[in-house]
């Protein structure tokens, strides 16, 4: 969690994640190569331990259900896992945001 | 008179409740994880100060957490609950074949004899094991590709392995209840296993001496008389005293043999207890009076205990993990309930009052008794 090397984006978490993770605010995570779901949430699993199986199923690596992926006024949560994120996030000009679902009644 | 320490799993976080060995004056302590679901905690009987916690959200998944310090902080361990080889499949509600998923943690059981193992119930229904306290999880896959393994079926509440009973001096023995599979035992180390319901005679599926199949909702067994085994089966009260070769009714005079807990008393290997609920679908007591019922003949004979529980216009209920015992010499017991009421006895339930009134909806109450 450091904003030099690499490509430094910045990620924001729903407030349950913040509470296992230990963190206020938002976070930024070096992300090498290409920046994209996959590699974002890598670098964020490999910083915060604790988050792995949150975000992602442990079995099929795939979004769970009820957490949904922003960036830049945009939902991205049905975008492939390996394709690029927007510009503005690359240049962490925007915030990568990762929110639990509205859901219930 | 040492003091005493009640571990309650609510639907929105954790709740340490302590007091003195005198158990009039507490200390409600949470909600820790709030938000959170939390299905169960329990302290390691080797170290009390060590507690796992399973922590559990339909958005973000299982968390495990671990104290040192008695559940005053806490610390993320391991969550990796993945299946050992190919998961296989199970029958859905409708008797299609499903994969083996994991969902939730049911049920930590701190290891009797070491206070870095601990064993986890989940589901989809199976048995882990971790030696570091709780860092990594091993599955005891003998259980889960047993030969029955794709005829079990999930209860209304999940196909989850809820129940986790330790031979008090044999590590190897271990008993486990599905829901809704049944009961299975394994006499070395988890390596293999066997179904063990001969006698639950089920009425409410299509073969009710089925050799799998049976809605068993909970097993307690005295460490003193570690043959007799307790159950409340979905509907039933049961008893083994072969160690689970057989079982036989002693629902007797309950006003309902449904229910979900089953505890025995600490110091009276034939005391047991249950909340007999009106029905799978009303799940609330009958009469809208929360009694507890107590047999001190291991069964068949139940006598209401009613002194302080509410007796008109309640209908909340009591889970499976949902009820627990101290180990004072005047047996405390303690349940709660739906409703997040935590009811307390001092005197092996003749009389009872509520430690706290307006939790989230009780899931489950583990106590310990402190040095």
Known sequence: MNDIGGDSVRVVLPAHLRAIARIQGEVRVDVSGAVT????????????????????????????????????????????????????????????????????? | MGGTRVLVGTRKGAFVLTSDGGRSDWTVDGPHFPGWEVYHLKGSPVNPDRIYASQTSGWFGQVIQRSDDGGASWETVGNDFTYDGVPGEHQWYDGSLRPWAFTRVWHLEPSLHDAETVYAGVEDAALFKSTDGGAQWAELSGLRQHDTGPQWQPGAGGMCLHTIVQHPTDPDRLYVAISAAGAFRTTDGGRTWEPINKGLRSGEIPDEDSEVGHCVHRIDMHPANPDVLYMQKHWDVMRSKDGGDTW??????????FGFPITVHAHEPETVYVVPILSDSHHFPPDGRLRVYRSRTGGDEWEALTDGLPQENCYVNVLRDAMAVDQHESC???????????????????????????LPAVLSVEVQTLP
């Open chain 2, 248 to 257: 036989h009714e002693v629902s007797g005079n309950l006003p309902s043999d």
């Open chain 1, 37 to 105: 779901q996959r590699t974002v949430l890598d670098a964020l699993e490999t910083e915060f331990p604790m988050l792995r199986g949150t975000i992602r199923d442990r079995a099929t690596a795939r979004r769970r259900a009820f957490v949904r992926f922003f960036a830049c006024g945009e939902d991205l949560s049905h975008e492939e896992p390996d394709a690029p994120l927007p510009e503005r996030v690359v240049q962490a000009e925007e915030p990568f945001r990762i929110i639990g679902a509205m859901a219930g009644g």
């Open chain 2, 332 to 358: 405390g017991v303690y349940f709660g309930t739906s409703g997040g009421q935590v009811y307390a006895s001092r005197d092996s339930g003749d009389s009872w009052s509520p430690i706290v009134r307006d």
